[in-house]
């Protein structure tokens, strides 16, 4: 599947959209009136409604140009900043840990805490800046100790360690596509100020998985 890692979906656009994560669960009611509930995905997927982010001709105008030019419909995934959800520390109820893949390489994943019940959630699209590796609660050096790739969100260690001992903090987008390929406005009125004024339906983008 296609992947476009810059440019990112534009951050003014993104603060006003509406959404977040959602699970998909079968619920079975019996005659009696008891359920039986199944989880059918084992990690959230986070889903958002971008037009509410539009708020003049520009606004709209820039994300024509990224709809047309790097989406392209539902064809091609990119980055989209959560800006309720878009980073990580080394603990808490928004703790960045791993998951051992190999002795060397390790998949980043941040984990939500409330009381004893977690939440793990794989990160794949971290940024570089800003970036902290610990193992034990001493930081490693990026290129020394370990690297990074930003667009799987794996770290490579150059020497054996223990998934369980390290942590990482920083920042990280979500991996989006549009889920639509049509993008439908009609304009109902002009602005001195701003331009034309739109209305327009949903436009849906869904988080790619796997």
Do not use: C
């Amino acid at each position: 599947m296609p992947f476009i890692e810059s440019p990112r979906f534009p951050e003014r656009i993104a603060y006003g959209a509406m959404g977040g994560p959602g699970f998909n669960t079968t619920v079975v009611t019996s005659a009696s009136g008891r359920e039986a509930r199944n989880q059918n995905w084992q990690y959230p997927r986070h889903a958002w409604d971008v037009s509410q982010g539009l708020n003049s001709q520009a606004d709209f105008d820039t994300l024509r140009a990224f709809f047309l030019a790097v989406g392209k419909g539902k064809r091609n995934g990119w980055r989209f900043k959560d800006w309720a959800d878009f980073q990580a520390a080394h603990s808490g109820a928004g703790a960045g840990v791993v998951s051992g893949i190999t002795s060397t390489t390790f998949q980043l994943v941040k984990r939500y805490t409330s009381g004893a019940q977690t939440q793990d959630r794989i990160i794949t699209k971290p940024i570089a800046a800003g970036f902290e590796l610990k193992d034990g609660g001493v930081t490693l050096t990026l290129t020394t100790d370990y690297t990074l790739n930003t667009t799987t969100g794996v770290v490579t260690t150059t020497a054996p360690r223990t998934a369980a001992n390290l942590t990482w903090a920083g920042e990280f987008d979500v991996p989006m596509r549009f889920d639509v390929d049509e993008l439908r406005a009609r304009i109902v009125s002009r602005n001195a100020a701003t331009g034309l004024i739109y209305e327009w339906g949903e436009i849906p983008i869904v988080e790619l998985v796997g």
